[in-house]
C-alpha cells in the first residue's frame, strides 16, 4: 500500500538499524529512509543470499547513501550454526499435544510426522531424557524421553503445526554448536569484500569466539589490503553468554541484545531484566549495544506500531541503548519507510524526557587511567558546566568521539573525521553525528577550519560556546590529548 509520507526530518541521539530485504531494497526507498526516514546502519542477513546478491545490495546502499548525502554504516550478520530441524514433507507436520515426536540426526531427505530430521546433527549428543526442548522460537515444546544413536525420542507438551527449518533450542542452554560453521567463515570473507562496517557474530558462547572472528577478519584484510578492518558485535543469545558476559563484551566492538534465541534460553520473563543489565554494563565497559527483535513486528503488515512497541522501543532509549534494530519490518514488510520513521519518533519523543541516560553513573564509566578516556569525560564535565552548544571532536579514527557518546549527554557530538570509513563507523554511535572534514595538520588553523565547517552548516552561531577536543599533533590515529573551550566570533 503506497501512503503519503510525511518529509519532516527528525533529529534524535539513538541509532537506527534496519535490515535490507525484498521490502526495501531499492535505492529510492533506502535514500528516503536514510534522509528523511533517519535510517544510520543498514543490516544485511547472511542467512539468506549468494555473495552476488550481497554484493548487489552493498552497491544499493552505498548509491542510496550518495543520494541522500549522509553515509550509512553496513552491519553483515552471520548465520550462525543451522540449530534448526530439515526439511518436511509438503513443509510442514501437525503434532499434537501428548504425542511422540522422533528426531533422527541421521535422516537424510525429507522428513515427516513418523521422522524429523535435524540439520544440527549433534543434537542426539547435546540432550538427555528430561531435557526439554523448544522448537519454532518455544511455540513447540518437547521433553526428551531417550536417545538411542541418533534418535531423540520426545513427547509433545503441546499442539503446534511445524514447518520446516524452524530452529531448535535446549531449555537452560547448553548445545555444544560452535559459532562458526564453514559457511560462516566464506561469508566473512563476502562481508570484507563488500567493505562491511560492522560484523555481527551469532551464537557467541565465550570470548574466543569473538577471538576466532577478529583473526579470520584480520587475515581477510591483510589479504586484500584494507587498513581498516570491520568492528565486531557480538549476539547475545545464548545463557553461556549472559555467564560469560564481560569477557565477551571486552572481546567485541559492540553487543547486540538478541532477544529471539535469548527469551527462548532464558525464558521470556528474564529477558527485561537482563536487557538493561547488558546496555548497562556495555556502556560501562566503553562498547556499543543494539538492541533488536520484534521491536515494531506489527509493523510487517500494519502501517502503525502498537502501544506496546512504543513502549519497548522507548525504553529501549531510555536504557541507554545506542541502537534499536528491525528484521522483518524493512527485509519483507509492507511499510519500511514508515517502521523506521515511527522509530525515530519514538527515540527523539524519549530523548527529550531525559537529562542524562537512566542508570548510568558517569563515574561507572571505566577510563582505565588512559588520556583518550580521561579527556572525553572531562569535555562531558566541562560541556555540562557551562551549556555548550556542541561537543566537537577532531578524529582519525572516531575514536575519540566514541568515548564522548559513552557517557550519554544530551549535547550533540559533531565527530570530524577525513575518513569514509571512519564516518561510516560512527554512523553506530549514540549522539554522534559524523561530517567528513579534512583538516589542515597545522594545530590552530585545523580548530578554525572546524569552527568554520560548522558555522556554515548551521550548528554553531555567533557567541556559541563549544567543547573541542583533538590531538596536540594533528592527523594521528589515537592522539587525542588536549581539550579547549571556545566561543564563536
Not at 535505492?27 to 529512509?33: I, T
Request: net charge negative.
Amino acid at each position: 500500500m503506497t501512503m503519503q509520507r510525511d518529509l519532516t526530518r527528525i533529529r534524535h541521539n539513538t541509532k537506527i538499524v534496519a535490515t535490507l530485504g525484498p521490502g526495501s531494497n531499492n535505492v529510492d526507498l533506502l535514500r528516503d529512509m536514510i534522509t528523511i526516514g533517519g535510517l544510520h546502519v543498514v543490516r544485511f542477513n547472511f542467512s539468506h543470499g549468494t555473495p552476488e546478491f550481497h554484493e548487489g545490495n552493498a552497491q544499493i546502499v552505498r548509491e542510496a547513501a550518495r543520494q541522500a548525502g549522509i553515509e550509512v554504516a553496513i552491519m553483515a550478520d552471520l548465520q550462525g550454526p543451522k540449530i534448526r530441524v530439515s526439511k518436511l514433507e509438503n513443509g510442514s507436520v501437525d503434532i499434537a499435544a501428548g504425542e511422540s515426536v522422533l528426531f533422527d540426526a541421521a535422516l537424510e531427505g525429507e522428513g515427516n510426522r513418523e521422522r524429523i530430521g535435524l540439520d544440527y546433527r549433534e543434537l542426539p549428543n547435546d540432550v538427555k531424557p528430561g531435557d526439554v526442548l523448544l522448537l519454532d522460537d518455544g511455540l513447540l515444546t518437547v521433553t526428551v524421553e531417550k536417545v538411542s544413536g541418533s534418535e531423540i525420542h520426545t513427547i509433545a507438551n503441546n499442539s503446534h503445526k511445524l514447518k520446516s527449518n524452524k530452529g531448535i533450542n535446549k531449555q537452560g542452554g547448553g548445545l555444544s554448536a560452535g559459532a562458526f560453521t564453514e559457511k560462516d567463515f566464506r561469508d566473512l570473507k563476502t562481508a570484507v569484500k563488500i567493505g562491511c562496517d560492522y560484523l555481527a557474530v551469532s551464537f557467541v558462547k565465550n570470548a574466543e569466539d569473538m577471538n576466532i572472528a577478529r583473526r579470520a577478519v584480520a587475515e581477510e584484510c591483510e589479504k586484500l589490503g584494507l587498513t581498516i578492518q570491520p568492528g565486531l558485535v557480538s549476539k547475545i543469545e545464548r545463557i553461556e553468554a549472559i555467564e560469560n558476559l564481560d569477557e565477551i563484551i571486552l572481546a567485541s566492538d559492540g553487543i547486540m541484545v538478541a532477544r529471539g534465541d535469548l527469551a527462548v534460553e532464558v525464558g521470556n520473563a528474564a529477558v527485561p531484566a537482563l536487557q538493561k543489565r547488558m546496555i548497562k554494563r556495555a556502556r560501562e565497559l566503553r562498547r556499543f549495544s543494539i538492541t533488536a527483535t520484534q521491536m515494531m513486528e506489527s509493523m510487517i503488515t500494519n502501517p502503525v506500531p502498537t502501544r506496546a512497541e512504543v513502549s519497548d522501543v522507548a525504553n529501549a532509549v531510555l536504557d541507554g541503548t545506542d541502537a534499536v534494530m528491525c528484521s522483518a519490518e524493512t527485509a519483507v514488510g509492507a511499510y519500511p519507510f514508515e517502521t523506521v520513521r515511527q522509530m525515530s519518533l519514538i527515540c527523539a519523543a524519549a530523548e527529550k524526557e531525559q537529562d542524562s541516560l537512566v542508570g548510568v553513573d558517569e563515574s561507572a564509566v571505566a577510563t582505565n587511567g588512559e588520556t583518550p578516556h580521561a579527556i572525553a569525560s572531562s569535555a562531558v564535565h566541562v560541556a555540562k558546566q557551562i551549556n555548550a552548544k556542541a561537543i566537537v571532536a577532531l578524529t582519525e579514527s572516531g575514536n575519540a568521539a566514541f568515548h564522548v557518546s559513552r557517557y550519554g549527554i544530551l549535547v550533540p557530538i559533531y565527530a570530524l573525521t577525513p575518513s569514509t570509513q571512519a564516518q561510516r563507523r560512527m554512523a553506530m554511535y549514540r549522539g554522534v553525528r559524523p561530517i567528513k572534514l579534512e583538516t589542515s595538520t597545522e594545530h590552530n588553523q585545523a580548530l578554525r577550519e572546524a569552527e568554520a565547517s560548522l558555522v556554515n552548516l548551521g550548528v554553531l552561531q555567533s557567541r556559541d560556546q563549544y567543547v573541542i577536543t583533538c590531538g596536540s599533533r594533528m592527523r594521528e590515529t589515537g592522539g587525542t590529548d588536549s581539550l579547549q573551550v571556545a566561543t564563536v566570533a
